[in-house]
């Protein structure tokens, strides 16, 4: 019988505990674990890697609990809960450098760097957690002008499988430190990511609700003006069919201080379909991912969700308005990307999609399953020439292909297995959780 170490008494919570229902499931998923573990501190979380391997029972990490795959928990196994490793500390108010913890939320990030005038641009929403968003990618409301979250990252410390804490940056553990940005899942649990935020409190953000014509014109003049417009301006759009029309629903963000320097950069989307609402305001960056965000995951959105990264042309606005508006179709988000997250080498990161403009997003709800965004899909697919780990429900073989194609899978798939050589965190993109994912798409 394995003991449970000392310093992480009254940290596991198994079933019959009140705080279990709380720490069972995900955003997406409901589960039954054997047990939560709830370390407090890096060291707390190598302790509950020991004490995992040694109970012998497959294990998740969870840091935010808003996973779209539903990884962060099992049936029957161990779950490390990272939401007390949640410290938020400006190293160095200087050069920007912050220290955060995994199991934060971006809501607390953002509100505990605003009163020192900075933000990291990290997502669109405030209850994603720091670990899962930071070691895929980060498609943020800044995204254009700062990049991708890992693209500012600039050291780590994380627990091995062997239960080693390491800290990894360019010149220590270089290999480990680019396997973090962007495949960080499968080679260990990143407790703490030092990153450097940048000097902003204020954005411009106007929403606008436009008619989307089929023809795809609409989504096409939206990516276009994207691709020309100062990198100030990021922007994410929802398409969704209304009656026998389609709607795009547009956020446009602008890092900018004034309205008057964010309003040029908005207004020529007023005019790329019929205008059905628009406003625009100055808001604190926080506004952008608000506390009233915070909730707890009990597997409140079931859900299935694929995703691909392209370069908008007319034939691939047309499949995206067309997964939205067609006999069958998926709520479609599309996200601008390119600007700053494409001055990165493909190579200097796990995340080497550094050519595209957007990432369009597709998601089917229950009854509707794989099957039924699979068709949805077919289109956009076709023209997609990537994906994003963050945004991909049905973690199998054929998806690790799209996130990590040619040279950058064969190095994360080596990595992988150098730094958890038994499989300890065993990346349900390597095949893991295939039964799964197989009886999730039928
Ligand atoms: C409502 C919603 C909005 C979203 N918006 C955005 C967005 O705007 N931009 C964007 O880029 N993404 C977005 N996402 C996707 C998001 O980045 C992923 O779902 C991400 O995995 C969530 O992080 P988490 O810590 O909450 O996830 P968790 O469910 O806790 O973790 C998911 C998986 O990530 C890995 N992981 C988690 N923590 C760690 C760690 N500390 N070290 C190593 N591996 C870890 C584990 O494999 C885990 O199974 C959104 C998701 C949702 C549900």
């Known amino acids: 019988m394995t003991t449970l170490p000392e310093s ?21 998923t409901r589960h039954s674990p054997a047990g939560v573990l709830l370390p407090r501190t890096p060291r707390q979380v190598v302790d509950a890697v020991r004490y995992a391997r040694e109970r012998g029972l497959p294990l998740a990490v969870r840091s935010g609990g808003h996973g779209l ?23 160095d108010a ?13 809501a607390a990030v953002a509100e505990t760097l605003a009163p020192y005038g900075l933000a990291i641009s990290s997502g669109d929403h405030g209850n994603v957690g720091v670990g899962g968003l930071a070691t895929g990618g980060g498609v943020g409301w800044l995204v254009r002008r700062f990049g991708l979250t890992i693209d500012r990252v600039r050291a780590v410390e994380v627990v091995l499988a062997d239960g080693r804490l390491i800290r990894a940056d360019a ?6 430190f680019w396997v973090v940005r962007g495949a960080g899942a499968g080679a260990g649990i990143v407790v703490a990511f030092e990153i450097e935020a940048e000097e902003i409190r204020n954005v411009g953000l106007a929403q606008l609700a436009v008619e989307a014509t ?31 029309r389609t709607v795009m629903q547009i956020t446009a963000v602008v890092a900018a201080e004034s309205l008057r320097r964010a309003r040029p950069l908005v207004e020529p989307l007023l005019a790329i379909g019929r205008l059905l609402d628009h406003r625009i305001d100055l808001v604190p960056y926080p506004a952008m991912v608000p506390t009233s965000h915070l909730h707890a995951n009990v597997g409140q959105q079931a859900s299935l969700t694929t995703n691909g990264l392209l370069t908008m042309d007319g034939a691939a606005a047309r499949a995206v308005t067309r997964a939205a508006g067609g006999p069958r ?17 493909p190579a200097a990161t796990a995340y080497p999609h550094r050519h595209q403009d957007t990432l369009a997003v597709g998601t089917v709800f229950p009854p509707q399953g794989g099957s039924a965004l699979d068709a949805a899909w077919r289109g956009v697919a076709a023209r997609s020439d990537g994906a994003y780990v963050n945004f991909e ?46 009886s999730r798409s039928r």
């Open 8 to 28: 992480l008494s009254g940290k596991l919570v198994t079933p019959g505990d009140g705080r279990y229902a709380m720490l069972r499931s995900t955003y997406t």
């Open 69 to 91: 795959a539903g990884t962060s928990s099992n049936d029957g196994g161990l779950v490390i809960d990272l939401s007390a490793v949640n410290r938020v500390e400006v190293l």
């Open 94 to 106: 200087r050069s920007r450098l912050v220290r955060v913890e995994a199991g934060a939320r971006w």
């Open 171 to 176: 010149e220590h553990e270089p290999e480990l």
């Open 214 to 244: 089929p023809d795809g014109a609409t989504v096409r003049q939206w990516a276009e003006h994207l691709a020309q417009a100062p990198r100030e301006l990021s922007s994410a759009a929802v398409l969704f069919p209304h009656g026998r």
């Open 329 to 345: 179709p998926a709520l479609v988000q599309l996200r601008s990307v390119g600007g700053a997250v494409n001055d990165v080498a």
């Open 393 to 438: 429900s049905r973690p199998d073989r054929a998806a690790f292909d799209r996130i990590y194609p040619g040279e950058t899978g064969r190095r994360v798939a080596e990595l992988w297995r150098r730094y958890d050589p038994d499989g300890v965190f065993r990346s349900a993109l390597l095949g893991g959780r295939r039964d799964r994912a197989a």
